[in-house]
């Protein structure tokens, strides 16, 4: 039994299980009456434990599979309308938490693990998860439930009720994915005035020997290369003639499954935001580890020196493309972080692209995770810097005259993908700026991106791009001007609008709202050590410049510039 999965939470419910009726062998019908014979074939035990699997959880060696007893075991899984429609989903990711789901449901079967799956378009189905798994708890009676510890509060709570009122157990697991649980992450927290993602990824780095040799006699490992980030090599712009030849990404083309799929999602979710007609990511576990292997051999070696560059009509560049099937649990973090380690010992990566690639994982991965559950389910209602303004409509279409806003949010509704420059510099830049309320920002993320999934997605948005808990995650708002999309891309060049213009008709909004942001906000930031040189800047306007700056930023937000 693991400990409660959030440090706080209420632990599961767990009233005595009541004697039961066997049950009929599974994904058969029990007979209306036992035929009257000594030869009839033994009745099934009693379900002793159903193990729930939710769509994210798609690994076979989990932990809820622990112990399991295929005589006397089950596996429930179940797709619902509700995980499409909390957030308006995108086809692409709904498409893709299905394809994986079915996929995933085959694995099981062919594992020989008793199986009780509910599909989207079956007659009865009730929507949501705790629905669901209700009404399957009244007929397949169960005498205890288990489940590796979701990845989403709102899930969360919504099963453990569900247990609640049938009277069952619900016993939670530690998700073995992750390098750290919640309770290490919550005992590095206790104590610190702040929460920063360098010494908690240093300190992964040591307990997990990861990119650490022998230092001197009597001296503690030391990072490899003498430093613990490489940050400084791994933030380079690409030249005027952009990046070359880069490797194709890796496709996989739909199989009958993920045909099926998508011809479902098309019919029920026309309304949604994206698009499906270049649908390729991987779906199952022999798809997801041959896109790492890729990845390794083809991308990793330039991975780190333009990992923060952008360019037009490059949507994957050197970048993984495996955080959603790492999210899905196809992929295990450490398989992840040791294939790259090895590319490095084996000379075939440099030390900066491979540094650059753990600290994604080993470090903000499992860092987001813990802020997550250490600060749930307050976090998601945080607005430090009182945003009051609502999405702008562009985002669920791309039709806008920003150049680098066009070609971030057009590629994210084809593909569902975008690299993290995008989603922080682009997309969230643009957001924080504006002053978007958090909540919107976090359903449009939670909705587009086929790798979001709660845990991950909440703290990056409202805490790394937001700014919304008011500095627990970052040290500072990351508030920029065009000058900085300029710099590290060459979406600039051909846009009507000019970074270096803060004010008049060739103003770029970026530039025109940054200004409007440090006004707004001077007070505040100004106390921000990390933040006093840009407030200090604003000296250098005079009442008339700074009226005429929000005038114009009155303007964007009006639609008045598009």
């Not at 622990?66 to 692409?92: I, K, L, N, R, Y």
């Not at 079956?122 to 708890?137: F, W």
């Not at 991106?449 to 970052?474: C, F, I, K, R």
């Not at 200090?536 to 510039?561: C, M, P």
């Amino acid at each position: 039994m693991s400990e409660p999965v959030a440090p706080g939470a209420p632990t599961a419910q767990a009233a005595q299980a009541a004697q039961v009726a066997p049950d009929a062998p599974v994904g058969l019908a029990a007979p209306a009456s036992a035929p009257d014979r000594d030869d009839r074939p033994p009745r099934r035990p009693p379900l002793r434990h159903l193990v729930l699997v939710l769509g994210d959880q798609l690994d076979l060696d989990a932990s809820a599979f622990d112990g399991f007893d295929p005589a006397c075991d089950a596996v429930w899984m179940a797709e619902v309308a509700e995980e499409s429609t909390h957030v308006w989903s995108a086809q692409a990711r709904i498409a893709l938490f299905l394809s994986a789901m079915r996929h995933f449901a085959e694995a099981l079967r062919a594992a020989g693990r008793p199986l009780h799956y509910s599909r989207l378009d079956e007659a009865g189905n009730h929507g949501s998860l705790a629905a669901q798994l209700t009404a399957d708890l009244r007929r397949l009676q169960p005498q205890a439930l288990v489940m590796t510890a979701p990845g989403d509060w709102r899930v969360l709570q919504a099963l453990r009720e569900a247990a609640r009122a049938a009277g069952l157990p619900l016993e939670l697991r530690d998700d073995r994915h992750f390098y750290a649980t919640v309770r290490d992450f919550a005992a590095h927290a206790r104590g610190r005035k702040a929460l920063r993602m360098e010494y908690f990824y240093r300190e992964m780095r040591q307990r997990h020997d990861v990119l650490m040799e022998d230092g001197a006699p009597g001296q503690p490992r030391q990072p490899v290369g003498g430093q613990w980030n490489f940050d400084a090599d791994n933030r380079a712009a690409f030249g005027a003639d952009g990046p070359g030849v880069v490797p194709p990404r890796s496709r996989f083309t739909p199989d009958a499954i993920t045909r099926e799929v998508i011809a479902l999602v098309r019919a029920r979710y026309a309304d949604h935001p994206g698009r499906l007609d270049d649908f390729a990511w991987p779906v199952s576990r022999e798809q997801a580890l041959q896109a790492l292997q890729t990845f390794i051999r083809e991308r990793l070696p330039d991975f780190g020196r333009h990992q923060d560059a952008m360019w037009s009509g490059e949507p994957w560049l050197w970048h993984a493309h495996l955080s959603a099937a790492m999210n899905l649990k196809l992929l295990g973090a450490r398989e992840v972080v040791d294939a790259a380690v090895a590319a490095w010992r084996a000379g075939h990566a440099p030390l900066s692209s491979v540094e650059g690639f753990v600290r994604q994982i080993l470090g903000w991965r499992e860092y987001v995770r813990g802020i997550y559950w250490t600060q749930m389910p307050g976090y998601a209602e945080l607005n430090a810097l009182e945003a009051p303004h609502d999405l702008p409509a562009f985002f669920w279409t791309g039709d806008t005259p920003m150049a680098c806003l066009r070609e971030t949010i057009t590629q994210t509704l084809t593909h569902g993908h975008a690299h993290h420059i995008q989603r922080l510099m682009v997309t969230g830049l643009y957001a924080l700026l504006y002053g978007v309320r958090p909540q919107q920002v976090h359903a449009w993320y939670l909705s587009v991106y086929v790798d979001a999934v709660e845990w991950v997605e909440l703290p990056n948005t409202l805490g790394m791009s937001q700014y919304a808990d008011g500095g627990l995650m970052a040290s500072k708002p990351y508030a920029a001007t065009g000058q900085y999309i300029r710099r590290m891309s060459n979406h600039c060049q051909g846009c009507r609008f000019d970074p270096a213009q803060r004010t008049g008709e060739r103003a770029c909004p970026y530039t025109t709202l940054y200004w409007d942001f440090l006004m707004t906000h001077e007070t505040r930031l100004a106390r921000n050590p990390r933040m006093a040189l840009q407030v200090k800047n604003l000296a250098r306007l005079d009442t008339a410049e700074r009226e005429a700056v929000r005038a114009r930023a009155a303007a964007v937000r009006s639609g008045a510039v598009a």
